[in-house]
């Protein structure tokens, strides 16, 4: 059988760790995922998915994630059986992470979300000094200035170069 979920979506609330009497690391979180397909004149849709992930993966969303964070799930679909306080029987459907990762997303100093990779790299203040910026870095020529007469043609034969 397979039962196979990954998911990409921003965090409701800030995770929380817990631990088990066992001392296992565990966190819950839920996570909001837009719908691919909008109608016409309407807003974009989202679903809700309740997380659990345990032990280093749970620290590690703790660790590194925030409500709003954009994060990546790759896990299992699990339901479970719980009584309430009142005595009703309910059911829950949670996804189990086996794998969480960073999307791209970072966060600024200042805690919002920027454009991930095209962020501007840090200077390196280790030691206390700070490194020398670097100049600009030349842009490589574009391609449409090629011509066609650049190539050469290769024969039509069976007999391949390599």
């Known amino acids: 059988m397979l039962n196979r979920v990954v998911l990409m979506g921003r965090l409701v ?24 397909y909008v109608k016409a004149g309407e807003q974009r849709q989202a679903d809700f998915f309740d997380i659990v992930a345990w032990r280093s993966s749970a620290e590690f969303v703790c660790r590194n994630f925030s409500k709003g964070s954009l994060i990546a799930i790759d896990g299992q679909l699990q339901s479970r059986q719980y009584q309430t306080k009142d005595g009703q029987n309910r059911t829950a459907i949670e996804v189990v992470a086996d794998n969480v990762s960073f999307t791209g997303e970072r966060r600024d100093t200042a805690g919002t979300y920027g454009g991930g990779y095209n962020q501007a790299p840090r200077a390196n203040t280790y030691g206390g000094s700070q490194a020398a910026p670097e100049a600009p870095a030349q842009q490589p020529a574009a391609y449409s200035a090629g011509t066609p007469d650049d190539f050469q043609a290769m024969p039509l034969d069976d007999d391949l170069p390599f």
């Open 13 to 36: 609330a800030d995770p929380e760790l817990k631990t088990t009497n066992t001392g296992i690391s565990v966190t819950s979180f839920r996570i909001a995922v837009d719908r691919s």
